[in-house]
């Protein structure tokens, strides 16, 4: 398996696709990509999105003490640069457990925040209260929630408003990218953030990703659009002038 720097997707060879599950029979996740070899339902090695993340999920783990190094070492590089606080975008409970364990030890010597990812709402509040939110303990906090709409522009999987030149992954035409989750479900997702208090940071490439984050802020708004909530966008690389103005 090789996987792409992005983490939004990987090429396996046969005997990867059979070892976590894909065959012709497997069914695309939405968002999810699953390149097929043409002219069948093979898949053809390109795995990426939503049908990528169970692979990541099973992939080997490192003990305790490696996290507990890495924490160190990837602290090392931020304060190297000069840059005193780091951030952990789309964090699992594992992720969010070993850096609180890091600044339960004392291991933390710049600040770090994580971002909960929106699938581990439920599980993220079983654990903490929203009062939890938002407060350094020994430079460790969480800051908010992680909503990611759509993929990445080099993947072929950002969403715009407007079809791809050449085509979407698997050779698609008029191909527009895909969101990781539908209008209706992001607009919950957010409402869901906004009834308990809290920030939530959008990961959005394409214009019509940046369009969703949009339309999921003013239904989740309650009318009252201009509160101080400080919602993000993250990426916004594609954003056309008019949501700007």
């Not at 992005?6 to 060879?13: D, E, F, T």
């Not at 522009?153 to 035409?173: C, W």
């Not at 990218?177 to 479900?185: H, K, L, R, Y």
């Not at 708004?221 to 594609?238: A, D, L, M, V, Y």
Request: aromatic share 10%.
């Amino acid at each position: 398996m090789v996987m792409h720097v992005s983490l939004h997707g990987a090429v396996l060879n046969s005997k990867a696709l059979e070892q976590f599950g894909f065959s012709e029979k497997t069914e695309t996740p939405p968002g999810g990509i699953i390149v097929r070899k043409p002219g069948t339902n093979k898949p053809y090695g390109l795995i990426m999105e939503t049908a990528f993340l169970p692979i990541f999920s099973q992939l080997p783990k490192p003990t305790e003490e490696e996290l507990l190094q890495q924490i160190k070492d990837g602290q090392m590089i931020y304060a190297a640069a000069g840059v005193t606080t780091a951030q952990d975008g789309a964090a699992h409970l594992g992720d969010i457990q070993i850096v609180q364990k890091g600044a339960d030890n004392k291991s933390l010597f710049i600040d770090v925040v994580s971002y909960p990812f929106i699938t581990e709402f439920d599980t993220i509040f079983k654990l903490y209260s929203a009062d939890d939110f938002g407060k350094y303990n020994n430079r460790f906090k969480l800051g908010g929630i992680k909503i990611t709409i759509d993929g990445s522009p080099q993947g072929r999987t950002a969403l715009f408003t407007t079809p791809y030149l050449t085509g979407g992954p698997s050779g698609e035409e008029n191909w527009l990218g895909e969101s990781t989750f539908s209008q209706d479900e992001v607009n919950q997702m957010l409402k869901n953030v906004y009834d308990k208090g809290l920030q939530s940071t959008f990961h959005a490439n394409g214009d019509g990703a940046i369009d969703m984050c949009i339309k999921a802020h003013e239904f989740a708004s309650n009318g009252n659009p201009t509160k101080e909530r400080r919602t993000t966008i993250i990426h916004s690389q594609f954003v056309r002038p008019r949501p700007i103005r």
